[in-house]
RNA sequence: GGGCGGAUAGCUCAGUUGGGAGAGCGCAGCCCUUACAAGGCUGAAGUCGCAGGUUCGAGCCCUGCUCCGCCCACCA
């Protein structure tokens, strides 16, 4: 083990300076291996594999909430003990890849089948070898704290054998097939879709109403009425009955054309003219029509978005430029209706927003039915829980309702389909490793040009990461994975996914539990994006102020909900903020620490030592248990509330006392011991949330252990101190009384007040021991008497049963002090009348639990009691 | 068309078994009190979207309505 770095002899700055500590620390972390995990390292194994980034990408705010959640949850179980391991890695995302290159050969004026394959993917790997590796950089200046020698690649050649390996199995259970069907066809992307990838947008068309024959239908895509191989209307439209069946010869742009006339149980005959006409070729309605009806599929719009052969006159025309022509010259052969506007949502590439065009053609296939089966049953049983719960039944719905997988792209980026085909004897083969020649008749093969959907691999994470198909010890050790960290956007096209694979192939859940977190948006809630230029970058706001603060913002604002989270610079300063107040109060305790013997016995500690601690195991568990439910804002304003309020506001002035005026060298020994422990354990429990400001304080804290990255994580020892809790409770209301007469009278802070409390007999010992510590706190001097009178001319303030006057005697006109007390009386009587009423009605007192009516009862008196002196009070003021 | 969610202080949002509403920021007043002005103390501010219902009691449970947001979907 190396030895922790001593702290620097150069006084701590004023201000916390993240730059240089995060700079610092992160690299030593890694030099000393605390990220990394071995399978036979001690203690109860604990993962989480990544969701992988895309190489393509740099670190937005989503990857900075979601690996700020994974890291917290690691952090907190290294230091917990357990057997950590978080698998980094990121995705090749095929199109995305596809996309950003042919974008840079468009520039170049050139296509990428004018590169061809061998130099695309040539081209591919060196833009990854360049770029792939800058948000691996970005995560490392988040504090991830990743198993980098674990990192994978999806297409690596480990990964990438596990593809196959789940290709082949699925293909020989007769899971994966080939078929012709109508798919989603990107036109510019020249790739198909799955249904998932295709997003929906509204837009404005225009409805043309075509005259077929005696008949009218109406559409907004009237170019593809050259495709046209039927008409259908449902088969209970008594407007039609006569025209099913038939074949009917009508007029059309390129003459006379023959069309049957089908009745279908698709067709609405209550929308348009109950007409439609099918188009087998061009849309998914009409193909399944198409089927059941034997109509041929006439495509007339071909794979690159222009219109084909079969178009006639149009041939070659691309699609829209085809729809406006036809519209002209039906409207001039007079076959056109009528056109009336219509809004109707088209469906667009997700990654380039090009209008998709349903088209046949040959794709690969899982049938994923029957793994989908076992997925919902996983989740039912709970062997997998989504958190929050209410993602299950929007993961039930939709693998209730699943579709074939369509898993073939025409893309070159990515891992290229394992079947070859040999043109000799027609024999198709499905393999695990590369085919030279036929097994059969030995001639020559050609592999399936097709690649996988990227999400295919992805699906395989898990366990591909972990050595799958080997049998590896890092598998047996981490699989199942302890909790998948992810957004609800990837719900269907990795979470579900991996679901099924990894209970098909590994017979076991992927992970026990799934934390979907929320969205980030920009601070007016819009979703961001680089062309509404509302992109917030996490390196810059890191760089502004510092990374514990964003993290711990990102912390505080991960409410487990379904509505997205918006993130706006105040909040962050507003942690940078905290994170300065934990520095400066570090700084106090570090420059009082001279004479300090650490182990030594200090003695029982006082009242304000004893109430601290009880405070700090409180959090402790409120700390626990947030992050045990994902939490994480629980637990990170539990941890700020109590360093600020509890630690800083209360504790640190109180230790003040005894710092700078102790009664006794063993008095101040035991602030010490009390400032240093309570610090240095909260340090700990910080650590997740904030680990750069954390471990550069611990280390100049009197501590245990080379890194507080593998101290222990603090778990309450001992149960609430009540006592403590309750009569520190009343000092802090008698010094806030105090205070509050002060602010309320407009009194400065510098003038000591003289303060008579008149002690309640349970109160009046307490009182007395601790009045100096009310004297200090309260810049007052303080008599403690139960037979108090009380002074003229001052105000009143009430603790419990106790009495305090604060004389005013030539400070302030006492007209104030009647304006206040006014006021309160105001608030009391109607605070009586409130209670009164409740406690007059027979039903509340008959019905509601005698506890409850107990405590109204109590309450009034109090009230009322309160009430009665504030009234006294005023007539005694004048 | 189906489903889900939201509406709480000026702003952004918490509020987990239903017992007279909280935080951060902002605002007002007083303070450079030897850790911190990126700070301290004090204070003002809410008919918990609207209308009903259940209950002794509703921000919380039920019904309806209004206004937002999201997801899914083969009405051309």
């Given at each position: 083990m190396t030895e922790p770095s001593p702290p620097p002899a150069a006084p701590i700055a004023d201000r916390y300076e993240p730059a240089a500590v995060e700079a610092r620390w992160y690299p030593e972390w890694e030099r000393r291996g605390y990220f990394r995990a071995e399978p036979d390292h001690p203690g109860p194994p604990y993962c989480i594999v990544i969701p992988p980034p895309n190489v393509t990408g740099s670190l937005h705010l989503g990857h900075a909430l979601v690996n700020t959640l994974q890291d917290i949850l690691i952090r907190a179980k290294r230091m917990d003990g357990y057997n950590t391991l978080w698998v980094p890695g990121t995705d090749h995302a095929s199109i995305a890849v596809h996309v950003i290159l042919e974008r840079q050969l468009e520039a170049e004026g050139k296509t990428r089948q004018d590169l061809g394959r061998e130099a695309f993917l040539e081209r591919a790997w060196r833009w990854k070898e360049e770029s792939g590796g800058t948000i691996i950089r970005q995560l490392r200046r988040l504090g991830a704290s990743c198993d980098w020698t674990r990192e994978r690649f999806t297409m690596d050649a480990g990964l990438s054998r596990a593809v196959r390996e789940a290709f082949v199995r699925l293909y020989d259970e007769g899971l994966i097939y080939q078929g012709d069907y109508i798919v989603n066809w990107c036109p510019r992307c020249q790739t198909v879709l799955a249904d998932l990838e295709v997003e929906r947008e509204e837009r404005d068309a225009d409805f043309v109403y075509i005259k077929y024959g005696p008949l009218t239908l109406g559409t907004v895509?009237?170019?593809?009425k050259l495709g046209d191989t039927g008409l259908a209307v449902h088969p209970g439209d008594p407007r039609y009955t006569q025209y099913v069946g038939r074949t009917l010869r009508i007029p059309s742009v390129n003459g006379e054309i023959d069309i049957q006339v089908v009745a279908d149980e698709a067709v609405d005959p209550d929308f348009g003219t109950g007409v439609i006409k099918v188009t087998p070729g061009h849309d998914p309605t009409d193909f399944e029509i198409g089927r059941r009806h034997n109509l041929p599929v006439r495509t007339v719009i071909g794979f690159d978005g222009r219109m084909t052969a079969l178009a006639g006159t149009y041939a070659g025309l691309d699609r829209f430029e085809c729809r406006k022509r036809i519209v002209e010259d039906m409207q001039a052969l007079g076959l056109i209706d009528r056109i009336e506007p219509y809004r109707h949502a088209v469906g667009l590439c997700y990654r380039c927003k090009t209008v998709v065009e349903p088209l046949v053609s040959k794709q690969w296939y899982v049938n994923v039915k029957p793994l989908a089966e076992v997925a919902i049953a996983a989740v039912r049983e709970d062997r997998i829980r989504i958190l929050p719960r209410s993602w299950s039944k929007t993961y039930f719905h939709w693998m209730e309702n699943i579709r074939p997988w369509?898993?073939?792209?025409?893309?070159?980026?990515?891992?290229?389909?394992?079947v070859w085909y040999c043109d000799a004897d027609g024999s198709v083969h499905v393999s695990r490793t590369d085919l030279a020649a036929c097994p059969k008749c030995s001639g020559p093969v050609r592999q399936d040009p097709d690649v996988l959907d990227t999400w295919f691999s992805s699906g395989l994470w898990p366990f591909s990461t972990l050595g799958w198909p080997d049998d590896t010890p890092e598998l047996r050790t981490y699989y199942p994975t302890s909790v998948l960290v992810t957004g609800y956007d990837i719900l269907f096209f990795w979470v579900a996914r991996m679901a099924m694979l990894g209970l098909h192939?590994?017979?076991?859940?992927?992970?026990r539990d799934v934390y979907i977190h929320t969205l980030v948006r920009d601070p007016q809630g819009q979703k961001m994006s680089k062309s509404k230029g509302n992109v917030i970058d996490p390196l810059g706001v890191m760089e502004r102020f510092g990374t514990d603060a964003f993290r711990f913002t990102l912390a505080i604002l991960a409410v487990p909900g379904v509505h997205d989270i918006r993130i706006a610079d105040e909040r962050v300063e507003a942690h940078r903020n905290f994170a300065n107040k934990l520095w400066n109060a570090a700084r106090l305790v570090l420059s009082n620490l001279d004479g300090y013997e650490r182990g030594g016995d200090v003695g029982p500690a006082g009242l304000p030592g004893r109430w601290i601690e009880s405070r700090l195991q409180a959090t402790m568990t409120s700390v626990r248990d947030g992050l045990d439910a994902y939490r994480f804002s629980d637990a990170a304003a539990a941890i700020y509330q109590f360093l600020w309020n509890d630690f800083c506001d209360w504790y640190l002035e109180i230790a003040k006392v005894s710092l700078y005026h102790a009664a006794d060298p063993a008095e101040r020994n035991r602030v010490q011991h009390a400032l240093v422990t309570v610090l240095e354990r909260t340090l700990r429990l910080l650590h997740p949330f904030m680990p750069f400001i954390t471990e550069e304080l611990w280390q100049r804290?009197?501590?245990?252990?080379?890194?507080i990255m593998v101290a222990p994580y603090p778990k309450a020892a001992a149960p609430p101190d009540a006592a403590a809790e309750r009569e520190m409770g009343l000092l802090m209301e008698t010094i806030t009384a105090i205070r509050n007469i002060r602010g309320e009278m407009r009194l400065s802070p510098a003038q000591t007040l003289t303060v008579t409390v008149k002690a309640a007999a349970g109160d009046d010992a307490l009182l007395r021991a601790h009045g100096a510590l009310v004297e200090t706190l309260a810049r007052a001097r303080v008599t403690t008497d139960p037979r108090a009178t009380r002074p003229r001319a001052s105000a009143l303030g009430v603790v419990g049963r106790s009495e305090i006057y604060v004389e005013l005697e030539g400070l302030v006109d006492l007209a104030a002090e009647r304006q206040r007390l006014e006021k309160e009386i105001r608030r009391t009587t109607e605070a009586i009348a409130f209670t009164r009423g409740k406690l007059s009605r027979p039903d509340f007192t008959e019905r509601a639990p005698a506890e409850i009516v107990d405590k109204e009862r109590e309450k009034l008196a109090e009230q009322e009691a309160l009430h009665a002196k504030l009234v006294a009070s005023l007539s005694w003021v004048g």
């Open positions: 895509r009237p170019e593809t369509c898993i073939s792209r025409q893309l070159w980026w990515g891992h290229r389909i394992p192939l590994m017979k076991e859940v992927p992970f804290l009197p501590h245990e252990g080379a890194s």
